[in-house]
C-alpha cells in the first residue's frame, strides 16, 4: 500500500461518499484510477465497508452501554449465535482481563437494558457501565501512523 492508496483510505473514513472525481482531484489521479485502487483495497478486504454516521439518540435509543460479561470458553458456541442475533448489540468483543467479553449496546430505555442484562447472565456474571458522554466518538484508523513523514494537505 502506497501513500496514494492511504490517502484514498483517510478520505473515505472521512467521508465515504466523497465522489471518484473528488478523491481524484485530491491524489492527482484520474477517476478511473482511483476506482482501480478502491476496487484492489476491497478485494484486498483492507476496505471492508460503508456505512453511514447515526445518531442514537434521533432514533430514540437513550441509553449506551458497555457490558463486561465473563464466558466460560465452552459456552462461546452457543452464545456467540445468541449475541449475534441481538439487535441492541452494536459490537461484541472478546478480550483479556478479568472479562472475556466486552458488549456494546443501545437501548430505547434502562428497563429494556435491564431485561437483556438478565438474559445475559444466563451465560455468565455481568458488569454494566453506561454512556454520560462520548468526548472521542468513533474514528477511522491513522493510515499514518507508521510512517516517518508526516501526511500533509494540498
Do not use: W
Not at 9 to 35: D, T
Amino acid at each position: 500500500m502506497d501513500n496514494i492508496d492511504k490517502k484514498i483510505i483517510k478520505l473515505l473514513q472521512e467521508n465515504a461518499r466523497h465522489p471518484l472525481k473528488y478523491l481524484a482531484g485530491k491524489v492527482f489521479l484520474s477517476s478511473p484510477a482511483v476506482s482501480a485502487r478502491i476496487t484492489h483495497l476491497e478485494k484486498d478486504n483492507i476496505i471492508t465497508g460503508y456505512h453511514a454516521d447515526i445518531n442514537p439518540i434521533m432514533l430514540g435509543y437513550h441509553v449506551t452501554a458497555f457490558i463486561n460479561m465473563s464466558l466460560d470458553p465452552k459456552q462461546k458456541p452457543e452464545f456467540y449465535p445468541f449475541i449475534e442475533a441481538c439487535p441492541n448489540v452494536l459490537e461484541c468483543n472478546c478480550v483479556t482481563g478479568a472479562y472475556s467479553m466486552l458488549i456494546k449496546v443501545a437501548f430505547k430505555g434502562t428497563s429494556e437494558l435491564d431485561t437483556f442484562i438478565s438474559e445475559l447472565q444466563k451465560y455468565g456474571k455481568t458488569e454494566t457501565q453506561i454512556v454520560f458522554s462520548t468526548p472521542v466518538k468513533p474514528r477511522g484508523i491513522n493510515v499514518y501512523a507508521d510512517d516517518d513523514e508526516v501526511e500533509t494537505e494540498e
